[in-house]
Structures are given as structure tokens and as C-alpha cells.
T-cell receptor
Framework: GQNIDQPTEMTATEGAIVQINCTYQTSGFNGLFWYQQHAGEAPTFLSYNVLDGLEEKGRFSSFLSRSKGYSYLLLKELQMKDSASYLC????????????FGTGTKLQVIP | EPEVTQTPSHQVTQMGQEVILRCVPI?????FYWYRQILGQKVEFLVSFYNNEISEKSEIFDDQFSVERPDGSNFTLKIRSTKLEDSAMYFC??????????????FGSGTQLSVL
């Protein structure tokens, strides 16, 4: 089965840096996604890590350690529009197609 | 950027009625999915579909659910006899060929299903 853990809520200040952690225990592993979801909207893709290390894309970076079952999403220069839920999701090896989502971390950016 | 399109955006139905949720995946994608999200809860996997058949399904996807790709563009989710607990946002998603590095899931904007 899949077990994905992330903090439920976080608060950070505009202009600051925030790190959202995700730990997972899965029956297999073929990659880890981060998605952003604003309330009432669809998830939108942020990053995809297959190999260990840091992937940087503008203000967003994602890190993966497969041996530790751990990932984080780093958001720099926070903006008010970054207030959203951030979803960690794992593609297992039980089926290439299935991607399992965590409960999401609701980030509130305050002035 | 290409989009996954879902219709309708909202669907209200009576308990016990059948509903069909419609999706048009991105045209060159090969893998299709349905997820649901009950208000305030996580995005839950329902089913994946590849090469005109179900490739994986969750325990939620029981005999009341079915999927179909009736033509080359549409992908539908049918709930035969809706229950109150089926009320949720239903998301369709698609992804491309893994070998081409197109693993990411593109989501439609969702259908909000309300069962009364």
C-alpha cells in the first residue's frame, strides 16, 4: 500500500522561504510529484522527481531522497498568490499508471 | 498549453439516479484517469485506463462505477446508482508516453457532483 505524510497546515510570510516536507512508504516507487491546488480548482503540476537530488525551477525547487523516503518542496520569495494546498504524490511500481496523493499541506502566506 | 476538458462543471442528481461525467483528454495522451476529492479531503485515485481497458482501480471503484472511451476523444465515468457519499469533485486526468518524459498528469477543471 501507499502511505504519504505531509504537514496539514503551514504559515509563512510574504517574501520568505518555506519548505514543505513529505515522507512516503510505498510498495514500490517510480517517481514523486508535487502539485499546487487552489481551493475549488484542479491540481496543477509543479515538479516531478525520479532520481535523488534537487530539481530547481524558478522560485520552486523539489528534493528527493529515495533511500529515506523523503521529499521536500521549497518555495522562495513567497507571494500572496502562493497561498494554496501543496500535494505530494507518488507513482508506485504496482502499476505505472497509478499516482497516489497525500492529504496536502495548506500554505497560508501572510503580509 | 493543451488542456483536459470536463463537462459538466456541476451536476446535481437525486440519489439512485445514474450520472455520466465526461472528459476529453489531451489528444496525444495514452493514459487516462479518474480521481475524486470529497470537500476538505485528499485527492483519491479511482481508476486508470490504457489501451482501451482498465489498467488499475481502487477499492472505491466498485460495480457501481464504469469507464468508457466510446470514440477517439471522449473518456467517461458512469455511476449507475448514485449515493449521498458519491458527492465530490471528480477530476479527469491524462498523461503521455513515459518514454518520452511525459509522465506528469494533466488535470481537467473537474465536475462537482452533488447527490441529494
Amino acid at each position: 500500500g501507499q502511505n504519504i505524510d505531509q504537514p496539514t497546515e503551514m504559515t509563512a510570510t510574504e517574501g520568505a522561504i518555506v519548505q514543505i516536507n513529505c515522507t512516503y512508504q510505498t510498495s514500490g516507487f517510480n517517481g514523486l510529484f508535487w502539485y499546487q491546488q487552489h481551493a475549488g480548482e484542479a491540481p496543477t503540476f509543479l515538479s516531478y522527481n525520479v532520481l535523488d537530488g534537487l530539481e530547481e525551477k524558478g522560485r520552486f525547487s523539489s528534493f528527493l531522497s529515495r533511500s529515506k523516503g523523503y521529499s521536500y518542496l521549497l518555495l522562495k520569495e513567497l507571494q500572496m498568490k502562493d497561498s494554496a494546498s501543496y500535494l505530494c504524490a507518488v507513482r508506485g511500481s504496482g502499476g505505472y499508471q497509478k499516482v497516489t496523493f497525500g492529504t496536502g499541506t495548506k500554505l497560508q502566506v501572510i503580509p | 498549453e493543451p488542456e483536459v476538458t470536463q463537462t459538466p462543471s456541476h451536476q446535481v442528481t437525486q440519489m439512485g439516479q445514474e450520472v455520466i461525467l465526461r472528459c476529453v483528454p489531451i489528444s496525444n495522451h495514452l493514459y487516462f484517469y479518474w480521481y475524486r476529492q470529497i470537500l476538505g479531503q485528499k485527492v483519491e485515485f479511482l481508476v486508470s485506463f490504457y489501451n482501451n481497458e482498465i489498467s488499475e482501480k481502487s477499492e472505491i471503484f466498485d460495480d457501481q462505477f464504469s469507464v468508457e472511451r466510446p470514440d477517439g476523444s471522449n473518456f467517461t465515468l458512469k455511476i449507475r446508482s448514485t449515493k449521498l457519499e458519491d458527492s465530490a469533485m471528480y477530476f479527469c486526468a491524462s498523461s503521455g508516453d513515459r518514454e518520452k518524459g511525459n509522465e506528469k498528469l494533466f488535470f481537467g477543471s473537474g465536475t462537482q457532483l452533488s447527490v441529494l
